[in-house]
C-alpha cells in the first residue's frame, strides 16, 4: 500500500533518491562535446526551438524602455533564470537521439505526453516566483543606491550609472545580489528538469538530487555555472541573436551532465 502511496508532489515513487556521481573537469568538457555533437546532429530543429529565447529577450528589452529603463538589465540577465525551463524541449530531443530513436524538432514537444509534466510545471513555477523575487530585489537595489530617480534616456541613464559612486554602487551590489540568484537557480535545476525527462519522480526528489550532486561536486559545478555564464553572455551579443544557438547547445550539454552526475 505504501508503495503506491501518492508523494506531497503529485508524483507516485516508490524509490529511494537517486545518488549523484563525484565528477571532474574533465566531465564538464565531455557534456559540452555531446552537446555540440546533438547540436549538430539536426542543427534546423535546435535553431527554431532556441529562437524563442531570443524573442523574448527581445519583448522584455521593449517593455523596459522608458521609465522602466532601469529594470532593462534585471529583466534580459533574469532571462537566464528561465532557461533551464527554456530547454526542456531540447533536454527531451537529446534523450530520443541517446535512445537511438528518430529526432524531429516536433519531438520537443512530446514532454507535454511527458507523466512528469505536472512536476516540470511545478518546477517551472518555482523558477518564475524565483525570476519575480529577482526583479523584485533589483529594484530595491535600485531605489537603495540611486533613490527616486528617473533617467530621461539611454545616455543619461548609462551616463549616471557609469559615471557616479551611486551608479558603482548600483552595480556591485546588484550583480551580487543577482549572482545569488543565479546560485540557487543553478543549484535546484542542475539535473532536475532533465530527471523530470528521464524519470518518474518528483518535484522534490528532482530538486534534493540536484541540491546533493551540486553540494558533492562543487568545483566542477562552480565552473559549470561560469560556463553556462559566459555562453550565455556571449549569445546576447548582438540583440540576443547567438542566443539561438547557444541555448539549444547548452540544453543538450545539461542532459549530458545529467547523465555524468547521475546516470542511466
Same mark, same amino acid.
Given at each position: 500500500?505504501?508503495?503506491? =502511496?501518492?508523494?506531497?508532489?503529485?508524483? =507516485?515513487?516508490?524509490?529511494?533518491?537517486?545518488?549523484?556521481?563525484?565528477?571532474?573537469? =574533465?566531465?564538464?568538457?565531455?557534456?559540452l562535446s555531446r552537446g555540440y555533437d546533438d547540436f549538430l546532429a539536426?542543427?534546423?530543429?535546435?535553431i527554431f526551438l532556441g529562437i524563442i529565447y531570443p524573442i523574448i529577450?527581445?519583448?522584455?528589452?521593449? %517593455?523596459?524602455?522608458?521609465?522602466?529603463?532601469?529594470?532593462?538589465?534585471?529583466?534580459? =540577465?533574469?532571462?537566464?533564470?528561465?532557461?533551464?525551463l527554456?530547454?526542456?524541449?531540447?533536454y527531451e530531443l537529446s534523450?530520443?537521439?541517446?535512445?537511438?530513436?528518430?529526432?524531429?524538432?516536433?519531438?520537443a514537444l512530446d514532454v507535454i505526453h511527458s507523466p512528469s509534466l505536472p512536476?516540470?510545471?511545478?518546477?517551472g513555477l518555482i523558477l518564475c516566483v524565483i525570476f519575480v523575487a529577482w526583479l523584485f530585489a533589483a529594484q530595491m537595489v535600485y531605489w537603495a543606491t540611486m533613490g527616486n530617480w528617473i533617467p530621461t534616456s539611454i545616455g543619461d541613464f548609462f551616463g549616471r550609472i557609469l559615471g557616479t559612486r551611486e551608479g558603482w554602487n548600483l552595480i556591485l551590489i546588484g550583480n551580487a545580489v543577482g549572482f545569488l540568484f543565479a546560485v540557487l537557480v543553478l543549484t535546484i535545476t542542475v539535473v532536475s528538469f532533465p530527471m523530470l525527462i528521464d524519470r518518474p519522480v518528483g518535484v522534490r526528489v528532482a530538486i534534493r538530487t540536484s541540491i546533493r550532486a551540486v553540494l558533492m561536486n562543487p568545483g566542477p559545478m562552480a565552473v559549470w555555472g561560469?560556463?553556462?555564464?559566459?555562453?550565455l553572455l556571449v549569445?546576447?551579443?548582438?540583440? %540576443?541573436?547567438?542566443?539561438?544557438v547557444v541555448m539549444p547547445l547548452l540544453g543538450h550539454a545539461t542532459w549530458h551532465l545529467y547523465r555524468q552526475v547521475v546516470g542511466s
Amino acid at each position: 500500500m505504501m508503495a503506491n =502511496a501518492s508523494t506531497a508532489d503529485g508524483m =507516485a515513487t516508490a524509490h529511494a533518491d537517486p545518488i549523484p556521481r563525484r565528477i571532474g573537469m =574533465a566531465d564538464l568538457w565531455t557534456a559540452l562535446s555531446r552537446g555540440y555533437d546533438d547540436f549538430l546532429a539536426a542543427p534546423t530543429q535546435l535553431i527554431f526551438l532556441g529562437i524563442i529565447y531570443p524573442i523574448i529577450g527581445l519583448i522584455a528589452a521593449r %517593455f523596459a524602455s522608458g521609465d522602466g529603463l532601469p529594470l532593462l538589465y534585471p529583466l534580459v =540577465a533574469g532571462l537566464s533564470l528561465m532557461g533551464p525551463l527554456a530547454a526542456v524541449g531540447i533536454y527531451e530531443l537529446s534523450r530520443r537521439r541517446e535512445q537511438g530513436a528518430e529526432v524531429s524538432w516536433v519531438n520537443a514537444l512530446d514532454v507535454i505526453h511527458s507523466p512528469s509534466l505536472p512536476a516540470i510545471i511545478g518546477l517551472g513555477l518555482i523558477l518564475c516566483v524565483i525570476f519575480v523575487a529577482w526583479l523584485f530585489a533589483a529594484q530595491m537595489v535600485y531605489w537603495a543606491t540611486m533613490g527616486n530617480w528617473i533617467p530621461t534616456s539611454i545616455g543619461d541613464f548609462f551616463g549616471r550609472i557609469l559615471g557616479t559612486r551611486e551608479g558603482w554602487n548600483l552595480i556591485l551590489i546588484g550583480n551580487a545580489v543577482g549572482f545569488l540568484f543565479a546560485v540557487l537557480v543553478l543549484t535546484i535545476t542542475v539535473v532536475s528538469f532533465p530527471m523530470l525527462i528521464d524519470r518518474p519522480v518528483g518535484v522534490r526528489v528532482a530538486i534534493r538530487t540536484s541540491i546533493r550532486a551540486v553540494l558533492m561536486n562543487p568545483g566542477p559545478m562552480a565552473v559549470w555555472g561560469l560556463i553556462v555564464a559566459a555562453l550565455l553572455l556571449v549569445g546576447c551579443l548582438p540583440l %540576443f541573436v547567438g542566443l539561438a544557438v547557444v541555448m539549444p547547445l547548452l540544453g543538450h550539454a545539461t542532459w549530458h551532465l545529467y547523465r555524468q552526475v547521475v546516470g542511466s
